[in-house]
Structures are given as C-alpha cells and as structure tokens.
C-alpha cells in the first residue's frame, strides 16, 4: 500500500534466476520503483527508508521437508529409545500399498543420552533411593538416572567432527520435567552447535513421539530459514534494521522475523489465504459462515471460517507429525495440473500431476492431460488471454490443437472400450472428467461440514487461487450452497491476507491438573502468568497495551480418554462455580457434544496443557470503494463453451473493466491477471462497492441421469459411497467413547446392496474389508422377513460372517416407502475393549472354545422398533459370567455407548444414501450399487490375465501354489488355478492344517476378507472396495480347517496371527512382494517348475 492509501499489486514467478535472485526481494524493488519514479539498481542494496513494514509468508520450510533438503540433523535421546521415532505410530494411510514407504527420518545420527526420569507410583520398590522431583506440571517424578554430560562430551564431539551443527534434544517426560533437556542444550551450544532444538521448548506437550517429530522438524528447518533471512536481510540497507518484519505463522498469526522457527512454517504460505477469505468474505456476508476453496496446480486446500480459526494441534506433512498450532486446512489431491485416465471403465482425475514442467498437453512440452487441458477444450479457457510463455522456449501461447487431439485419442478409446451404441464425444469426455474433478473436490468440503455436523448449504464458498474460478459454481451447486464470493485480489489473497492478519504470540506450559474447584487458583495463577508473558512479547514488537488482547485456552479431556480438546471460555463467562477466566467445563461440554454427539457427566475432567494465545491488531486492511457503474457492462467478445445442455453463447468481460453496480449473468467468463471465473448458466455476478464478485448459484440444467451405465456417472457414484462410508466413519470416531474405536480407530463402516453385497468400504481395517458383507448375507438368510424397519442387528458369531468376539458387528436394513425388502443395509464394525471371557480385555491368550472369549450374539435386535434394547443386550454381555472361571464384560458403560455410536453411525449412513435416493431415485442408486461391483470386477479380471500373461503360456490355465507355516507348524497350503481367457481363478486351501485347540483358527469370513484386500493390493490402483473384486474367484475352504474351523472353535488369534499368514501366503502365490517365491505350472503336459529367474517355492 503507497502513502496515499493505493494498494498496488505485483505477482512474480517464485523462482526466476535469470531475472532476480529473490522473488519477494525483486517484488519491493519494483513498487518503490514505480510508486517513487527513480530507479532502484538490482546491484545495490534497496533503500528501507520508504518502508514502514514488510510482512511474508514462505514455503521455504515445506519445500525443504518435502525434498529433504534441510540441515544436517543428529537426535539425542534417552538411553534404550535410539528407534522411537523410526518406529513411530506404525500407521498406514495408503494400507493397500505393496511396497510402503517409510518415510526418510530427518535425522542421520543418533546418539543416547544417560539419563532417566520416569512418573512416580506411589508404593513402587524400584526406585531405591533416587531423587523425587515435581515437575512444571505439579506431577511427581523421579529422577532414576541423572544425566552424564562428561560421557555425553566425546559423542558430541565427534558428531561436529562429521560436520553436523544442529541437533534435536528428545527425553522422555521432558515436557514435565526439562532440566535434563536444559543441561544437554547448553553443553551442546558450548560446544559450538549453532542450532539445538529441546522438544521441552519447542512444544511442551506429553506424547514422545509427535514432540520428537516436532523437535527434529525445529532442528531440520530452523536453520534453513535462517539463511534464507540471512539473505533476504543482506539484500537492504541496513540489514533491514528499524523496518518491522513479520512472517506468517501456521496458525495464522504473524511473528517477528527473529522468531520465525521451523516447526511453526509449514504452512506459512497457505495461512494468509484463509485469513485473507476470514476476514474479507466472513465480515462481508454478515457472519455467514465460510468454506474457503483454494484450488492450485497439483492440489486444491479446503478450509472453513465461522467467527473463528480452526486449528488442529498436530498434523502430518511428508511424513512428520508436527505437534504445533496449525489452521485446519484440508488438501485433495486435485488441482489444475491433475492428470485424466480412463481406467477400467472408470474416469479417474489424480492423484498423479503433470506440475509445471512439462505440465498440461496445452503447454507444448509434451505433457499429460489434466483438468486444465479439460477447461481448454470445453472453452472454458481463452488461449488469447494467456501470456506467450509456453513451448519448449517459452514464447508461445497455450495450444488448443494439441489439448483438442489428445482428447480425440482418448475419446476414441474410451469408446472402443464402452463398446457400440455408447461412443462418447471430445466435449463430453472433457465434461466428465470435470464433473469428477468436481466431485473429488467436494469430499474434503463434506468432511469438513456435514460429517462435523454442519449443513453445507448455509456456507459461503470464498473461492481463491488461480484455477478455482473454474470451478467454483459447479461445486457451490453441487453442495447446495447459493452464493459464491470471489474476493478482487482471489489470484494473490494468501498475499493479501498478510496485510489483514493480527501479530500473535502465544505462550504454552503443560498442566496434570484435575478441572475442579481446588485447582481454580492454579490455573487462575498460570494463565495469568502466561498472559502477562504475551502482553510483554506484543509491547516489546511496540504494541501498545490497547491493541493487545489476549485469549486463555485450556486443553482438556476426560479422564480415560485420549481425545483433548483445545477449548476457549469465550462464549461461556465466568459463573461462581468456574474459574474467573471463564466457565471452561462449559465450553468442554459444549464442544464435546458438538464433535461426539454425547458428553460423560460425573466423570473428572483433565487439563493437560494451559495456553494463552495473544493478539496485536493493526488497523490494516480498510478498502477504497470502487467507482459506482455509470454504464453497462463492456463486454470484450462473445466466445462458445460448454456446459451440460451443449455449447452456449458465452460473454466475456475483463474484470478491470466493471464497476461496483455490474450485474452480469450466465454464461460469461470473467478474466483477470490472476485468473478466470466461469458464471455458469443459471448464476449471476454482481460487482460489490468493494470491487469483489458475490455470484448467486441457481439449479442450473439437471442432467437426467438413467440406470443404464454412464462411465462418467459411475465415476461420481464411486467418490460418492465412499464419502458415505468416510462419513459415517467419522461420526463413529466422534461418537464412540473407548479409547479402541475413538482412538485406535479399530473401525470400519460400509455401504452394501440389497443382497448384501459390498458396495463401499471406507479404507479403515483391512481384517473387516471382506468379512461385514458375510455378516449381512448371514442375517439376509437367517432373518428373511422377520427383519423390519426400525431394527437394528446385533452379530458377532463366526458362523454368522464374524471375525471375532470383540469385533461387534451393528447393520440397519433401510427399507424405502413402497418396497416389502430392504433396499440396501449399512453396517458398521467396532472393536470393543471388553465382552467378558475368560481374561480382562478382549484377547485371552489361552482360550481353547468360543465361549471362553466372551459374550456370543448371532443375530440379535440391538434395536426393536425403534427401541434399543438396553436391558436385554446388558443381559448378554453379562451372560459369560455363568461360565465358570469367566465373567461378563468388565466395562459395560463403554460397551453400550459404542454400541450407540455405531447405531449413530448407521443412521448417518442411511440418511446420506436417502439423500442420493431421493436426488436420483431407488431404480438408479440401485442399478450404480451393481455397476460399481461390476467395475471391481473388471479391475481384478484385468489383474488375473495381465498375471496370467506375464507367468503363464498363451491359451494355457495357470497353476500357482505356495504354502506357510503357523508358529504350531500348521501349514496354509494354496494353490490358484487362473484362467487367463477369463480372467478368473480358483483359489483353493485344501491341504491346510486341522482346526487347532488353541485360538488361532481363523472363521471362513477371515479367509475371504484377506482374499479381497490382497486382490485389491494386487490391482496397484485406486478402485472401488467391494463384492465384485471377489466375483471372478472362487474360494475352495475345507471345513474344520484352521481356516474354516467348527461352531466353538476359539478363533480370537486367528483374527489377527491366522489372516496375516493366510495374507503371505496369497502374496507368495502370486509373487506380489519381496522374497515372495511362486511355484507355478501350465495345466498340461507340463510339470511343476519354478518361474524363469525365480525359485521353487
């Protein structure tokens, strides 16, 4: 912004070497340039003093963690600890992947460190005669092993001799206790380290593992951004003293440059959008809350605003969990520069994208087709509007033909592949692709409204970016919204943003206080303490004390829980029974209904850490008016695109041309420096006083849609039952109460068709994949027309489709207004902690008959009528107690309510599927539930002739065989006939052990859900999970097998130990993994022999 108020906007390539070193230096350089009319030479440092503050956000710390090219880095930890962080938490977000990669750790040496503290037990032996301590947390602790820093010495020594100067610092209970942490900090830094990172400094919280993640982040990072500054700094005059400098932080507030540190930047640059959108879109559509919609090249970033950031307070990038205040912002990995492929008769948009080099077929390098590609064939895109900046030397424009005959290719096959009377064409094929990307967009969006109990309807989408223009009234229709606000600066409102956003500093300690009346002066001590912390940090950036205010957090949970929840008393003042900061247990108590759906009075609330949060405002941000519109509209030309009904005459109009009063109605495109917005058929733009677009979305053409199978339609379904199953996974997370499900997320839901095949499956628990649909055929023969509406199925029992006791299977048959059968079924599958048996928990490592683990239910009514049965399922999981030497469930209340929450979570089910029914109609849903299965099967037939192909001879059945060996000696003996004209198998376990005494005998339903997760697996690609994978096999399982053993047969280790070796073994046939060893045969004269290059197995 210049002296007389005028803001000036400037986008440069981030990397241009050719021109300028800097980009944001460069960027300074040219404003004083023009603003002042005398030249600024690049070779000089700039002159500061026309600068009044300079405010940045960066990706230099996300780009150096997702390359790996940070500071060299050693972690010290505690004695005995020296894998922790490789180990980490063991999760899997892509569980179908054959070869996972571990991510790289950011450190390349580890040295341990003597010491101990361990929390004290109260008449624990152990601890002889060593020092008890209290921590910054009131805990007690014991110091077993003070630190040896003489036997530290020489390790550190030698760690500078390989040229390593940054180091994390990680012990155990640091968090409560960081003198040790402290001691080993300044001997390193006496040493001459230059950067050491304590995790008890970086963030105090409990949980070793993320708070190691986040001090090796600090230590990986920290320096890289310090010589990025140090550079930045060298290019000013004076270092950039007396000019206030503050960069973006990952919570959205601003810091000093002095304090900008690693762990706090990864998304330093994506923060200024959504305090852009926040404080721009929310205040301008009068508190309405927000969805922000940020649509890039590789991926597009969704977040929401509704009077106040939300944050989460550890989150994962490139593998690292970061245990800091981050904005919720949710990214989907479709973006203008995401790659089109018709695959298995599906239209399939990412997660693959072309980025900038070679980037789309359209910038003449020999690039992929991608959603931009897309908007250039529909019209969407205007070539002549575009910079000439594209072939291979960068000074053509953006080439329609190319993008025009790639789509002509691969119209024509997929055509060949729908086969005749279904060709497809150009324009129709660039459409679908579109309304999938459409589509893969709005899931994130449903995720962060609906499945959090917000109507997505009553949002505003605050459209941002520079491909999100595109797109944002088909998505906005598509979720119901009504209004689409497209802020004037939209193609730089991250930069923008930066000018509107507050200067924060925040202040943390951990806290092992009980919520109640005895603990209020504490907390009333420590939050005024860390308050008066902030106020000074603020006055000392020169704030003064009426700009600052501050906001008191206390991070609370219930006890036995593990899910805290960060809560302000904002909107619950003091009450003589709370703290004077505020009624925190209220705001606890509100929250937690709002994200659970239940709250657990009487049970004791804990504070784990107290946090205050301050803020200096600026004053920044009011906007000149833009001048009021004297005459209609100009309009540059009149261009044709498409839309749903065919082409349309469509009007285009240069944005810097319209005035505040412009209304202009669809289709018209509307064109900037920064980007393009498509007004749809149906919407009308109108300019605001500020000079910003508000587009009012109508219903638009509805496109029928019939049975018959439409690729593009079937493609929607696809993103569609799998949100329900997300969605209904995530109301089970926030409903249930045990640490299992909530926590562990030992869960799984599912959509199936009205004979119980699967339908979708959220990729939750692999074991569950395959075995619920056997659960629901069980109950669709066992309860034929005794099952009604309004019950609700309880199921457990191995012979009814069970995996074991613990995993307590809930499904609701949905019946439809004139239909006598169910016409689909929703189910959902939770680990329960305890039903009784023969040892507390819910694993008895030496049960020898079913009865021994626990409570059985076949097909019990959970639900009656619409009643839940309390008393009569309380009755149940009390049963095993009449067994001698066993009990009923040992934790009843937890018991009940995650049976609530997996009734809850069926019941979401249901409503979004008679949402998509009542949209489309039963006799469409119904025929695409069948379509998807038929896709799968498609996938896995395509699988087992490429298989064939590749092991066998033409026109030749294919024999493959392997076997394993359980612990006992059990043997899993397979052998897979495939059939490569076909594109089927047999797969055969005849040869397999005898049923066991023991309780490793794993039920059919085992058997079949590791068959389906390894076919999928074995695809190596993005399909529906469902029935069809199994469609083109036939599964052989002797009876009174280990893997299909009899009625009472304990099979609680099967589950686990059982379907793992059954998993190897399919693996091993098929030569899927590593050290995997096949034997394989032609059916024919031919013997048994080894695989060329291969082994006998």
């Not at 999938?436 to 995720?447: D, G, L, S, W």
């Not at 109508?698 to 799998?722: E, T, Y």
């Not at 640490?739 to 979708?760: H, M, Q, W, Y």
């Amino acid at each position: 912004r210049g002296p007389g108020g005028r803001v000036r906007a400037l986008k440069l390539l981030s990397e241009d070497p050719a021109r300028y070193r800097d980009a944001p230096t460069e960027g300074i350089r040219r404003i004083l340039q023009e603003e002042c009319g005398v030249p600024f030479p690049k070779e000089r440092p700039l002159d500061t003093s026309r600068l009044a503050w300079i405010r940045m956000g960066t990706t230099v710390a996300t780009n150096a963690l997702l390359e790996r090219k940070g500071e060299r880095l050693a972690l010290l930890i505690t004695r005995g600890f020296r894998h922790l962080l490789a180990l980490g938490t063991q999760a899997r977000p892509k569980i179908f992947d054959l070869a996972v990669s571990m991510p790289e750790m950011l450190y390349e040496a580890v040295v341990e460190v003597d010491e101990r503290v361990v929390l004290y037990q109260e008449g624990c032996q152990l601890f002889g005669d060593s020092q008890l301590v209290t921590g910054v947390t009131g805990d007690s602790l014991v110091v077993e092993r003070p630190v040896d820093l003489d036997a530290l010495r020489g390790p550190l020594e030698e760690l500078l001799a390989k040229g390593i100067r940054s180091l994390a610092v990680v012990l155990l209970h640091s968090y409560a206790w960081p003198n040790h942490e402290q001691q080993v900090g300044a001997l390193a830094r006496e040493l001459g380290f230059r950067q050491v990172s304590l995790s008890s400094e970086v963030m105090p919280m409990v949980r070793a593992v993320p708070r190691g993640y986040t001090a090796c982040a600090d230590a990986y990072l920290t320096p890289c951004i310090s010589r990025y500054l140090e550079g930045f700094r060298a290019s000013f005059a004076s270092q950039l003293q007396g000019v206030p400098v503050l960069f973006m932080r990952s919570d959205g507030g601003l810091t000093p440059m002095g304090a900008f540190s690693g762990s706090r930047a990864i998304l330093s640059g994506p923060a200024g959008g959504v305090v852009g959108y926040a404080v721009t879109t929310y205040r301008r559509e009068g508190g309405q809350p927000v969805i922000g919609f940020d649509m890039g090249g590789t991926s597009t970033d969704v977040s929401r605003y509704a009077g106040e950031y939300e944050h989460v307070f550890e989150a994962t990038t490139a593998g690292i969990s970061i245990q800091a205040p981050q904005l919720d912002i949710n990214t989907v990995a479709a973006g203008g520069g995401s790659q089109l492929f018709f695959r298995s008769g599906l239209f399939v948009v990412g997660p693959e994208s072309a980025g900038a080099h070679p980037g789309p077929t359209c910038y003449r390098k020999g690039g992929p087709l991608t959603v931009t590609d897309a908007n250039l064939c529909l019209g969407r895109l205007l070539p002549e509007y575009f910079p000439c900046i594209f072939g291979p030397d960068e000074d053509q424009p953006l080439s329609r033909d190319a993008t025009l005959q790639a789509f002509r290719d691969l119209s024509a096959d997929i055509s060949a592949s729908l086969g005749p009377g279904s060709a497809l064409s150009l324009e129709e094929v660039a459409m679908g692709f579109i309304r999938v990307a459409n589509e893969a967009m709005c899931r994130p969006i449903r995720a962060l409204t609906q499945a959090r109990g917000h109507d997505t309807s009553r949002h505003v989408l605050a459209c941002f970016g520079g491909a999100g223009g595109q797109h944002a009234c088909a998505i906005a229709r598509t979720l119901g919204m009504s209004k689409v606000f497209i802020h004037k600066y939209s193609g730089i409102l991250s930069a923008y943003g930066l000018a509107l956003a507050d200067v924060v500093h925040e202040a943390q300690e951990p806290s092992a206080l009980v919520y109640a009346p005895e603990s209020y002066a504490r907390l009333e001590e420590r939050i005024s303490a860390l308050e008066q912390e902030c106020i000074r940090a603020l006055e000392a950036q020169g704030f003064a004390r009426a700009q600052i205010s501050t906001e008191a957090f206390l991070h609370l949970r219930y006890e036995r829980t593990d899910c805290a929840l960060m809560c302000s008393a904002k909107d619950h003042p003091a009450t003589p029974s709370s703290c004077r900061s505020g009624n925190f247990e209220a705001s606890f108590a509100a929250r937690y209904s709002r994200e659970f759906g239940f709250t657990i009075p009487g049970r004791a609330i804990l504070v784990d850490d107290i946090r205050v949060r301050g803020t200096a405002t600026t004053g920044l941000g009011q906007e000149e008016p833009v001048a009021a519109a004297k005459a209609a509209a100009h309009m540059e030309k009149v261009t044709r695109c498409y839309f749903e009904g065919g082409y349309q005459d469509t009007c285009v109009y240069l944005l810097e041309h319209l005035s505040w009063g412009h209304s202009i109605p669809g289709p018209s495109i509307l064109i900037d420096q920064n980007s393009t917005i498509l007004v749809e058929p149906g919407c009308t733009a109108v300019v605001t006083r500020l000079g910003d677009i508000c587009i009012t979305v109508g219903s638009g053409v509805v496109r029928p849609v019939g049975p018959r199978l439409d690729p593009i339609q079937l493609s929607i379904f696809s993103h569609r039952f799998m949100s329900i199953a997300e969605q209904m996974g995530r109301i089970l997370q926030r409903t249930a109460i045990s640490t299992n499900i909530k926590e562990r997320l030992d869960f799984s839901c599912a959509l199936f068709g009205p004979e119980g095949g699967l339908v979708s499956n959220a990729p939750h628990i692999p074991v569950h994949l395959g075995a619920m649909q056997e659960t629901v055929q069980f109950q669709i023969r066992n309860l034929g027309a005794n099952l009604r509406e309004g019950d609700v199925i309880l199921s457990n029992h191995p012979r009814a489709g069970g995996s074991h006791l613990p995993d307590l299977t809930v499904i609701t048959p949905v019946f439809w207004p004139g239909e006598p059968r169910p016409v689909f079924f929703v189910a959902s599958r939770g680990h329960h902690a305890d039903i009784g048996g023969i040892t507390p928990g819910s694993m008895p490592p030496h049960s020898h008959s079913l009865q021994e683990e626990g409570a059985v239910f076949i097909s019990f009514k959970l639900v009656k009528d619409g009643v839940f049965q309390e008393e009569e399922v309380t009755k149940a999981l009390m049963a095993p107690g009449q067994i001698p030497g066993s009990s009923g469930t040992r934790n009843l209340h937890d018991n009940l309510s995650d049976l609530r929450a997996q009734v809850a979570a069926n019941q979401k089910g249901i409503h979004l599927v008679n949402e998509l029914i009542g949209h489309y109609g039963l006799e469409v849903v119904q025929a695409y539930m069948a379509h998807i299965q038929a896709n799968a099967e498609v996938a896995v037939q395509e699988m087992l002739r490429d298989f064939a192909r590749r092991q066998g001879e033409p026109g030749r059945p294919l024999l493959v065989e392997a076997e394993d060996f359980m612990d006992d000696g059990s043997p899993i003996r397979l052998k897979v006939a495939v059939d490569p004209e076909e594109g089927k198998a047999t797969f055969d376990f005849t040869g397999s052990g005898h049923e066991v005494h023991g309780n490793c005998n794993a039920p059919r339903a085992i058997t079949l859900s590791a068959l389906i997760y390894c076919l999928r697996c074995m695809v190596g690609r993005d399909i529906p999970l469902n029935q069809g994978c199994l469609a083109p096999v036939r599964a052989i399982i002797p009876k009174g097998s280990i893997l299909d053993p009899s009625l009472d047969a304990a099979v609680v280790g099967g589950n686990v130990l059982t379907s793992q070796r059954v998993v190897d073994v399919i693996f091993r046939a098929f030569g899927a993994c590593a050290a995997s060893q096949v034997r394989v045969a032609w059916r024919g004269p031919r013997a048994v022999g080894p695989v060329p290059g291969g082994k006998l197995g």
